[in-house]
């Protein structure tokens, strides 16, 4: 059963209900926007091989993620930033509908703008929400 966009979008309301963003009111308008861009972030975390790219112990994997994707924004739209940033993390997909894609792509300025000024807040963010899909398996590896 292929899950839509709105099955995705419903996921995400569900667990951002249970904890919430600490958006600035100014941003309010964004926020299922952001939202849906923490929910990609967190699709491509938990996708990631972490074993074969965090070797060391002294690695902090989130420390990774977040490198990577500071890396990746400095690509100029969604479709290849998500590109780049599979690319880097040893991924050849991410099951993820496309309408989620094309729903950040729609709003890339605000979105782009936003995640390079605040990436850390962005990937804690998807590191959390990860941990609580996994946790409520919201989400099969395949």
């Known amino acids: ?39 990609w972030l967190a699709k491509v975390y938990m996708r990631a091989d972490w074993a074969k790219i965090a070797r060391s112990k002294n690695v902090y994997r989130d420390d990774v993620f977040e490198h990577r994707v500071k890396a990746a924004l400095s690509q100029p739209n969604i479709r290849r930033i998500n590109d ?13 509908p496309s309408g989620v894609l094309d729903e950040l792509e729609k709003n890339k300025g605000t979105l782009l703008r936003s995640m390079r000024r605040e990436a850390i807040y962005f990937t804690l963010k998807a590191t959390e929400l990860a941990g609580a899909m996994f946790k409520d398996k919201m989400w099969v590896r395949i």
């Open 1 to 39: 059963m292929e899950r839509t966009l709105e099955d995705e979008k419903a996921n995400v309301v569900n667990w951002f209900a249970s904890a919430p963003l600490g958006l600035d009111p100014k941003e309010a308008p964004n926020r299922e926007l952001y939202q849906l861009a923490i929910y």
């Open 84 to 96: 780049k940033l599979c690319e880097m993390l040893g991924l050849q997909s991410v099951a993820i």
